[in-house]
């Protein structure tokens, strides 16, 4: 059996995306920019795709960016507050240890730049709080970002509460809504959110496609410059065809979106139930505050990508971190920020289901996967000594 | 009859590259960053289409990395050079007036950032030449910036010896070549090109898609923060789709490219004899050192803006200038940059052809276009003043 459980990782493409997708590459393929009839024609499905990110997230149209992916929106976000708030003397930003790098690494340019940081430290249950973010406001705090959903571990923030503590205090609020966007009910105006990023591939939109939020009022700074496309403030020919797969998709997602969410979370909480019940593991997040498709446990004892190696041996596509991060050798930060040690956040595995995925893989998932790791265990010295008790067991 | 005479703006979506991109959309799906097979066959997906690139470039496959089009990869050359120039104390920057935005507006965003940058003026026939950059390389020149063909008037640089310059004064040589690659041949080793930006939906590829060859051991510096994909240096899940796509397109345009050059450049010919037979009518761009499929014209006493919508009328979609700055009223910068006055740069028409058109087409444009000038110039008040001698002709 194949189970694709890497659905926070990318997701395929949905049949609805796909035909929005396809009449943009050989029928309506002219560039929106130009005057004559098939350039109109495809500034017309441009359109159409802003007026829906619009209408969807309770924007209006001129509040509405595309830009190539969630991270050109995220750093465009953090770049566009940083910039009015050192117009105005203000350079100090909140954020979290556990954003994705998109943020945390734009952050780290920025106070190269000679800007101030602040990273909020992360809870156990991995959801931080409204009051925090306040105890964190400065006089010369000109933004908080704080992500939506988080991309390991799932948990979701308070966003409503952070966009009123900000909005009381005068300052901007980014939410980095990647993992959320098409997952979880989002309303800019009820929730109070200045700047929000979302990534069509993560609701089964196209890659190469994100969507920056501004609210009116709040000038962009160019990220890239060049043509006069987006209203000057995202230079290059729109990707029409990303952009209009990605504007079926994210219908597609918020329509269904209850449906999914009950079709997911007891699917979710079924995996949750039978990997905890293997000794010495540990949900990562809180159980309820999560994401309908995250289940991210860790392991004891046992190294995330053996564990990877041999799923992906029976079929099964997961993630021990984030996929953009894969490459790396060091720990998940986002476990380390939870209060993990080093030693358990090694043995991390993410499984991130969608409404493809049906019962029958979650329960061959929980066939698998015990097996898995007893076999891991019983080949790892490590565990040998916390059986033996020549080292204490951490979980 | 429908013509669709606009491709130096972006062109239809060849068979070949759609065939390259379907499979990408939801059986390949996987984020190439993924250690799972899914993932894997991504990952490999993305490795043949840069060793693509690398091999029809002549370059090696580190050397390429992909963004999100021209428009980005031009600002990320630029980022790069002018970043490794300042900490050698070099902040000069040469490059030309007729360059395309992307190019302009990232030169006055690092004029902001304590650049320099000479702008080089444009020769009458549109070439500007290797002795002009050579005259104003200065001690603390950092990089040479020269587009490969004009984006409007479609003439093509002497790349080679301007590289053959700028590699003898150790500067290093960054080429725009989006409206070059896929039409002529490029071999970085050969005309000592340093850094070259290139844009997919210009040779039948998506939009959405864009390369930068840089030399080894040229650093690059991020436009985009996040993930360590591309080497670190682009953050952002890969346009796995996008790319393939532009890969095929690549191979394609490069495998037919004498072709297709000996089969456009008569037409081309064609509609410039029949189009410069028109009175008071003007070539702009040498008549042979041109893109094979680039014809750009001035007709004296009318505005480019009605001549489109007339064109368009009749089922020619074309252009007044570039698809980038349409929105503007302003004259063409690169028409002006060639020494045309305001009033007749006003009266330009890029038809920009491509293997997909036909001779009936160019034989249709030759019969309308003769009679749609005749009819706005007829209609014209300046043209009046013009004709009775109260103003004197320009062309």
């Not at 990647?178 to 929730?191: K, N």
């Not at 596509?317 to 939870?338: E, W, Y």
Request: aromatic share 4%; with cysteine; hydrophobic share 40%.
């Amino acid at each position: 059996m194949n189970v694709y459980a890497d659905n926070a990782a990318t997701t395929a493409v949905s049949k609805t995306a796909l035909e929005a997708m396809l009449p943009c590459f050989q029928e309506v393929y002219g560039n929106p920019s130009s005057l004559h009839s098939p350039g109109q024609r495809a500034a017309e499905k441009l359109a159409a795709a802003r007026d829906l990110f619009a209408r969807r997230l309770n924007a209006s149209p001129r509040e509405i960016t595309f830009t190539s992916g969630g991270s050109e929106a995220d750093n465009q976000a953090l770049r566009s507050a940083a910039a009015l708030g050192a117009r105005k003397g203000k350079k100090h930003i909140i954020s979290t240890k556990f954003e994705h790098h998109a943020i945390l690494h734009t952050l780290s340019a920025l106070e190269k730049e000679g800007f101030t940081v602040t990273l909020l430290d992360i809870p156990p249950e991995g959801v931080v709080t409204a009051e925090q973010v306040r105890a964190a406001l400065r006089t010369d705090t000109c933004l908080v970002s704080v992500m939506f959903a988080n991309n390991e571990i799932g948990t979701i923030q308070p966003i409503g509460e952070i966009g009123a503590v900000c909005r009381e205090a005068g300052v901007l609020f980014h939410t980095d809504a990647v993992q959320a966007a098409g997952h979880l009910p989002i309303d800019v105006e009820a929730l109070q959110i200045d700047l929000l990023s979302l990534s069509a591939h993560k609701f089964h939109g196209p890659k190469g496609v994100g969507v920056l939020y501004a609210r009116k009022g709040i000038p962009l700074v160019n990220v890239i410059y060049g043509g006069a496309q987006e209203r000057g403030k995202r230079a290059g020919t729109e990707n029409v065809p990303g952009i209009c797969g990605a504007a079926a998709a994210f219908d597609e997602a918020c329509e269904k979106m209850a449906e999914h969410q009950a079709y997911l979370t007891p699917l979710r909480d079924k995996l949750i139930a039978g990997l905890t019940a293997i000794p010495h593991t540990v949900l990562n997040g809180d159980a309820q505050r999560r994401l309908p498709g995250n289940v991210n446990v860790c392991f004891e004892g046992i190294e995330g990508e053996s564990l990877l190696l041999l799923l992906d041996d029976r079929g099964v596509a997961a993630s021990s971190g984030s996929a953009c991060t894969s490459g790396s050798l060091d720990p998940s930060h986002v476990l380390l920020a939870l209060g993990r040690p080093h030693e358990v956040a090694h043995g991390s595995l993410r499984l991130s289901l969608c409404e493809y995925n049906t019962p029958e893989e979650i329960d061959y998932l929980l066939a698998v996967l015990p097996e898995i790791v007893s076999y891991l265990r019983n080949m790892s010295p490590v565990w040998d000594e916390l059986e033996t008790g020549r080292r204490p067991h951490l979980i």
